[in-house]
């Protein structure tokens, strides 16, 4: 027995060491043979690296301040040292002595104070006070971007976003050892600084302006699945971040889903399209319909009504009726191949996965309930990231935010290229579905997204919220709109969300959101997709009257879509960096009229009402 026993050890240990062994060989192989990256050891005293945009404007940057702590046995008087310290720091006098009359061998008295404050107190020559240089983390642009960026507590590490996610990339270098003036790698990221003001600056405003608990604006490429923007409101300052509440910094376009409403029309429209190519029926439309022993409401009574009316006019009913022929399965599988149901893989923390239960869970009414948006949840990515496929003429395209990793010395370490998860649709059955979204935006629900100059399509939403005992609040609402632009080769998809609007639909509030973010952003990334108007060749000729070929022409009494024409005329000659600020027409310009114009030259241009 005692025998057995002995060989049973033995044999155990075997398995433990040939166990590790294979463990510590496939680790061997992934650091040398994956594209992960090789850190060092962490250091304290290593320099946060940077977050840039794509255009290498700084989002964070770490500096160095002085922090004052003290070893109390050293401190003779800490009553009068309390007291001198009192009136630099801003801590009453009784924190001070306590701190000071300490037991501790090491106290803080205040970490990274500003070099005024440490200079004016040096001067003191305080027993038992002294001084340490630490690294704070600074946000140049304030709130710009902050639920991308995160923050970093007073010890220096990242809390939240991309200084969370980014830590041990951030504060430790690449190689060999580490000194103390080492910089860490630094991350660039694919948004554009900006495309996210504009974004921010029209989600505030609607969010504040319609009473809704929160919105975000996403803007995608629709060709790579660059992140150029995520705007989101209510926010807040990571210089300050002690300050915010916990809504303030919630990322909710990452860690929260929602019903999509009738913007899931649209998949289950490329659905009925992928299945049944020639499919060209009516159908009726009496402002309800019953299925599965339940009446599903319209939002009006739309009589007899084709595919491309089901989307224009956001029917429920006609949609619900074409589904009849589409088997559970399929409806399951298609919903998967679009990524509903999972991860996008974006470099952000936190991403939910949405909720789209196995079919096993499925009644009746499901299938149908799914293809006008409801029993399904998503995330903001994931549904901009759905309908860029279909700009993209049916190639899905993983989200990302982040360009790449460089070392301190500025070489690149890594590159996030671009990935693909191949094509969800056929180039036929996108072609398709821009052009019903298209007519949305002409003549039907999102008629408010239309812009000057270019062809926007896309699709409205309005969702009711579910209620915790089941059922929906009708007083509570998700409000949406999803674009692409411009028509018919979309460059950009842009997500507009307003969670719990006052008493508005998608088409209503939504809509002019991604307008005001659509004619803001298309001319500054230099779009060349106008729309060809009648009048074209007297505007072409009053362009070529105002801009002389060198200098910067005189913009003062043009509406906003004369401005937007006159750059796109200058970007011909001359890489402008264009910002509209206000609405109406333009009453002031930088640089003024008549300076001479050179390549990648910023000009501002300011509206306001007559």
Not at 130 to 143: D, H, I, L, T
Not at 418 to 426: D, Q, Y
Not at 432 to 453: D, N, W, Y
């Amino acid at each position: 027995m005692r025998r057995e026993r002995i060989h049973g050890r033995v044999y155990l240990a075997g398995i433990l060491i040939v166990v590790s062994a294979v463990y510590l060989s496939i680790a061997v192989y992934q650091l040398h043979f994956s594209g992960k990256i090789l850190l060092s050891s962490p250091s304290e005293n290593v320099r946060r690296g940077l977050i840039f945009d794509r255009n290498k404007y700084i989002l964070a940057i770490s500096v160095e301040r002085e922090s004052i702590y003290a070893h109390p046995k050293k401190v003779k008087d800490p009553i009068k040292t309390a007291e001198a310290l009192s009136r630099y720091l801003g801590i009453s006098r009784d924190i001070l002595e306590q701190r000071l009359k300490s037991e501790q061998e090491f106290v803080w008295i205040r970490r990274k104070v500003s070099e005024e404050t440490a200079s004016k107190i040096r001067e003191l020559k305080l027993e038992g006070v002294s001084f340490r240089k630490e690294m704070q983390r600074v946000y140049p642009s304030g709130s710009l971007a902050s639920n991308i960026l995160g923050f970093v507590g007073v010890d220096g590490k990242g809390l939240e976003g991309i200084e969370y996610k980014f830590n041990d990339i951030l504060t430790l270098q690449e190689g060999s050892s580490i000194d103390t003036t080492a910089s860490g790698c630094s991350i660039a990221l694919t948004i554009d600084r900006f495309i996210q003001h504009q974004s921010e600056v029209a989600i505030a405003d609607a969010v504040i302006r319609t009473g809704a608990t929160q919105g975000v604006v996403v803007v995608m490429e629709v060709k790579t699945g660059k992140i150029l923007a995520i705007g989101k409101y209510p926010t807040f300052d990571p210089n300050y971040y002690e300050l915010s509440t916990p809504r303030q910094r919630q990322h909710y376009t990452v860690t929260d889903s929602f019903e999509p409403g009738s913007t899931l029309k649209i998949i289950a429209m490329a659905l009925l399209l992928e299945l049944f190519p020639s499919l060209d029926q009516r159908y009726l439309c009496e402002g309800k319909v019953e299925i599965a022993d339940t009446v599903i409401n319209c939002i009006g009574v739309h009589g007899h009504v084709s595919l491309v009316d089901i989307i224009k006019h956001s029917c429920n009913a006609g949609m619900i009726q074409a589904m009849k022929q589409v088997q559970k399965q399929s409806m399951y599988d298609f919903l998967r191949k679009f990524g509903f149901g999972m991860r996008t893989g974006v470099e952000l923390p936190g991403e939910s996965e949405g909720i789209l239960r196995p079919l096993s869970k499925w009644s009746g009414l499901s299938k149908y309930s799914m293809a006008i948006g409801q029993e399904i949840s998503v995330t903001s990515l994931q549904l901009a990231a759905a309908f860029s496929a279909i700009g993209n003429l049916g190639v899905y395209m993983v989200p990302t935010i982040v360009e790449q990793i460089e070392r301190s010395d500025g070489s690149v370490l890594r590159t996030f290229y671009p990935r693909s998860k191949g094509a969800v649709i056929s180039k036929g059955t996108a072609r398709r579905l821009l052009s019903m979204m298209k007519v949305a935006v002409e003549s039907g629900t999102g008629k408010r997204a239309a812009i000057a100059f270019y062809i926007v399509v896309g699709k409205t939403g309005t969702a009711q919220k579910s209620r915790p005992g089941g059922g929906y609040d009708p007083g509570r609402e998700t409000a949406l709109f999803v674009g692409l632009a411009p028509y018919p080769n979309p460059d950009v998809c842009i997500l507009v969300v307003l969670d719990e609007p006052s008493g508005a639909s998608g088409g209503a509030v939504a809509a002019p959101v991604f307008a005001q973010v659509a004619e803001r952003i298309l001319p500054y990334i230099g779009i060349a997709h106008p729309v060809v108007m009648k009048n074209e060749k007297i505007a072409e000729k009053k362009e070529k009257v105002l801009f002389d070929g060198s200098t910067m022409p005189n913009f003062s009494g043009l509406t906003l879509a004369e401005s937007v024409r006159l750059v796109s005329h200058i970007r011909k000659t001359f890489l402008l960096t264009p910002s509209w600020h206000g609405t109406g027409r333009v009453y002031y310009q930088v640089p003024p009229a008549g300076t001479k114009l050179s390549q990648r030259e910023r000009i501002k241009l300011y509206l306001k009402e007559e």
